[in-house]
């Protein structure tokens, strides 16, 4: 079963249903009628389906098919590793383009955080698509011994975290987050298509393993227009809930 194959059957029927040729609730075509649509083996069908399902754009019932699930704003509970994992963890249909992956020498301010001492780390550079629109984009800067398993293809998944520390054998045990609105600059106005100095969401993550040794920062950009956060603090002046919405 090649990649292509049901990549290429998963993200025709992905458009189709972001782009609203499907009503929610609307039953696929039969696998069958979908092996002779896409001329593709029916382990190549169920494949693209699963993907599709693990999305959160479809369901699948034994014995009646698979049905077009409702896509609907909703809050976003803040998981144990942040806001920006948050987001890609629970926003169903998001995916990811890589548009840059190199070895080079981070600012300062990133190469002190990571404690580089001059030393080069991986920086690869994400946008996160919803709807066909760029939603966010993320600058993510890996120390090298970090970064042995890393491929295009592990960069551009959803579930980066998981699968980069299963591949790299550690646990993040510590990180630390800063959320700030900003300014967009040139570079943030390009790439998010929007205005120059309009506010956009900012966050900054350090994370680290089990020995609080800093293994990466993540700098991630929001359009404030699509992503929101919001959060309730008690009267004791404690966070007690933060949800977030798209």
Request: net charge positive.
């Given at each position: 079963m090649g990649y292509q194959a049901y990549h290429k059957v998963y993200n025709s029927i992905k458009i189709?249903?972001?782009?609203?040729?499907?009503?929610?609730?609307?039953?696929?075509?039969?696998e069958r009628h979908l092996c002779e649509q896409y001329h593709v083996s029916r382990i190549t069908v169920r494949h693209a389906l699963r993907l599709?399902?693990?999305?959160g754009l479809v369901e699948q019932f034994r014995g009646k098919g698979t049905f077009v699930k409702s896509i609907k704003p909703a809050k976003l509970p803040i998981s144990e590793l942040g806001f920006a994992k948050s987001v890609k963890d629970y926003i169903p249909?998001?995916?990811?383009?890589l548009l840059e992956n190199e070895i080079t020498h981070a600012p300062s301010e990133i190469s002190k955080s990571l404690q580089l001492d001059g030393d080069q780390c991986l920086l690869a550079i994400r946008t996160d698509v919803l709807n066909e629109k760029v939603i966010a984009f993320d600058r993510a800067y890996i120390r090298l011994e970090y970064s042995n398993s890393i491929t295009e293809e592990l960069l551009k998944r959803v579930d980066f975290f998981e699968k980069w520390m299963e591949s790299e054998d550690f646990k993040i045990a510590f990180y630390h987050e800063t959320i700030e609105a900003v300014e967009a600059n040139n570079e943030i106005s390009?790439?998010?298509?929007?205005?120059?100095?309009?506010?956009?969401?900012?966050?900054?993550?350090?994370?680290?393993?089990?020995n609080n040794e800093p293994v990466a920062v993540f700098e991630s950009y929001?359009?404030?227009?699509r992503i929101k956060l919001t959060?309730?603090?008690?009267?004791?002046?404690?966070?007690?809930?933060?949800t977030s919405h798209y």
């Open positions: 189709e249903i972001l782009g609203g040729h499907y009503a929610a609730g609307q039953k696929l075509s039969p599709l399902k693990k999305d249909g998001l995916y990811r383009n390009s790439i998010l298509m929007m205005k120059k100095k309009d506010a956009v969401l900012k966050s900054t993550e350090i994370y680290c393993d089990q929001y359009r404030g227009d959060s309730t603090v008690n009267f004791k002046g404690k966070a007690n809930v933060k």
